[in-house]
């Protein structure tokens, strides 16, 4: 089964439910059938039990609860097992507890409108609904959070390590959704224990794939992580969640880049692939943050500098202002084994060249899936 299916199948597993009725039924209910059967009014069992009439008059309207004293008396007077007298209280105050949940979801209806819900919906993250408070308990649920207090804060200090376009805002809901499916896809992805030395010879013969397709390289660079301890996966894009790559530690000993199917060009994707690996290269285990823009930060500035020079080695900076023409840019990105396009976009970044040049060298990804 495919790892996305497996993740959708996983997700629908847990959030299909049997109906769930909007009352609470109180075990007083079934006490009142029972002693009925047995021709014993509510004065009698209040004898019977030593429990004053009061208090079982609470208990038969849910108003105090059946603790496990009363089911021990309650079986001796009924016959009835006390375990089924503390099963039919534990259900109640569960039910009670649901209950008053949807309640409190449902004054916190109005975040779902920043989370894209129909993409997990078609994606089968969730199961479309029209009730808004089960929409919103299964995006929760996808999340692994409780309720949307504790998502703001979470999300809100940022747990990825990732280099966003600079048009993009702070997190939200469509970039928050496209980082936690990363992070479940990578989760089901068996991995070797980490090793720094095994992931930097595995960068070397990533980059001799720059030259090939998708269709081809996509297989041989989750293989190529994989033994060296660490989760690849592309993910496909949500409209609006203006990211190119992430990179984080899902365990001491396993980590996990993500490239979002958002850019069609090579230099765009070779680029961010080797950017996050600079990442897990470079920065601490434990330290999740957030890269809102290109900036001075000196993780930033590693990670941007690890991807400029593994896909062009910084002994040839002094040559990429002599590559005015087309002829020039392929033979040299034939001489270090890279796609041209690799080379265009270097020299459009370094303003050694318009942005409106050459861009026809740059191949063009058709993504399958």
Not at 9 to 18: A, D, E, G, L, P
Not at 99 to 113: H, P, S
């Amino acid at each position: 089964m495919p790892i996305n299916d497996s993740i959708s199948t996983m997700h629908k597993n847990t959030i299909q439910r049997n109906y769930e009725p909007d009352y609470a039924v109180p075990p007083g209910a079934t006490l009142l059938e029972t002693i009925d059967s047995l021709g014993i009014d509510q004065r009698e069992l209040a004898e019977r039990t030593g429990l004053s009439a009061k208090t079982l008059n609470l208990i038969i309207h849910g108003k105090a609860p059946l603790t496990q004293q009363t089911a021990m008396l309650l079986e001796r007077v009924t016959s009835v097992p006390a375990r089924m007298w503390n099963n039919l209280e534990a259900n109640y105050q569960e039910q009670l507890a649901r209950l008053q949940a949807r309640r409190d979801l449902a004054e916190q209806i109005e975040w779902l409108k920043t989370i894209p819900t129909k993409v997990l919906i078609d994606r089968g993250f969730i199961q479309p609904s029209r009730d808004k408070v089960v929409l919103l308990e299964q995006i929760l649920n996808f999340f692994r959070v409780a309720h949307v207090d504790a998502w703001k804060e979470g999300w809100g200090r940022g747990q990825f390590a990732f280099r966003k376009s600079e048009q993009a805002s702070a997190v939200d809901g469509r970039l928050a959704t496209w980082l936690q499916i990363a992070e479940l896809q990578a989760e089901q992805m068996d991995v070797e224990t980490y090793d720094k030395t095994n992931l930097l010879a595995a960068v070397q013969r990533a980059r001799s794939l720059t030259r090939q397709s998708p269709q081809v390289f996509l297989c041989k660079l989750a293989s190529l992580f994989q033994a060296s301890g660490v989760a690849f996966c592309t993910v496909p894009e949500i409209p609006g969640a203006k990211i190119s790559g992430a990179a984080k530690w899902l365990s001491p000993t396993k980590a996990m880049i993500a490239v979002n199917r958002r850019g069609k060009k090579s230099d765009l994707f070779w680029f961010t692939l080797f950017h996050e690996v600079g990442h897990i290269l470079n920065d601490s285990k434990k330290e999740a943050y957030v890269d809102v823009t290109y900036s001075d930060d000196p993780r930033e500035r590693f990670a941007n500098d690890f991807a400029r020079t593994t896909l062009i080695p910084a002994k040839h900076d002094g040559r990429l202002a002599s590559l005015k023409t087309e002829k020039l840019i392929r033979e040299f990105a034939d001489e270090i084994e890279v796609d041209p396009g690799i080379v265009v976009g270097r020299l459009q970044y370094e303003k050694l060249v318009r942005f409106d040049q050459f861009n026809h060298l740059k191949t063009t990804f058709e993504w399958a899936g």
